[in-house]
């Protein structure tokens, strides 16, 4: 099973690619944090999940240009007819380093043109969590504690690959006043 969220279309962080939403205050749509826990302390697995990869820079793992990004994949994917439906859509950012992060739009093919299309396999385990960018780096602390309590003190989680999937642009989640994150890590 794939996580999933409550967004409706591939959004940008400077809006929506549906006209009529792009009007709202807002370019994402106001989540449900209920919908989001069942991503909390659970267990997922993707095999050969394709996904449309792109790149941001970032500051403290707060995406810089997260909305050319997020624009030149979703152009590329609805030109394809490759877009998920919105109950399957998940976007997952890497966290390479604080400075830069690859980001991956699940897709519905892997003939994308103009596009990278990776495949990915594993298991991973999930969390979620609440508050400001700023916090970040405690949030990845809580995920790695989590890993260990669920695996073992002796599972090495630092050489585990790490995903985050934001709920919300920052500015959206400043509009809504909170901010989730789903942590993934993978554990095989």
Not at 20 to 32: G, I, M, S, T
Request: charged residues 30%; glycine residues 6%; proline residues 4%.
């Amino acid at each position: 099973m794939a996580p999933t969220t409550t967004t409706t279309n591939i959004k940008t962080e400077g809006g929506n690619k549906n006209t009529a939403a792009a009007k709202k205050d807002h370019c994402c749509p106001e989540f449900d944090s209920a919908a989001l826990q069942k991503f909390d302390e659970k267990e997922i697995t993707f095999k050969n999940k394709p996904f449309v990869k792109e790149k941001s820079w970032c500051f403290l793992y707060m995406p810089l240009n997260f909305g050319g990004a997020m624009t030149r994949a979703s152009t590329k994917i609805e030109d394809a007819n490759a877009a998920l439906p919105d109950d399957e859509f998940i976007m997952l950012s890497d966290l390479i380093s604080p400075w830069s992060t690859r980001i991956y739009l699940g897709v519905s093919k892997d003939d994308v043109a103009g596009a990278e299309v990776v495949h990915m396999s594993g298991t991973f385990l999930t969390k979620v969590f609440e508050g400001p960018y700023k916090d970040f780096d405690k949030c990845i602390k809580a995920m790695k504690a989590h890993v260990k309590k669920e695996k073992g003190e002796s599972f090495d989680v630092e050489s585990c690959d790490l995903y985050a999937h934001y709920a919300t642009c920052p500015r959206c989640a400043k509009k809504f006043g909170k901010n989730y994150t789903v942590l993934l890590i993978k554990v095989d």
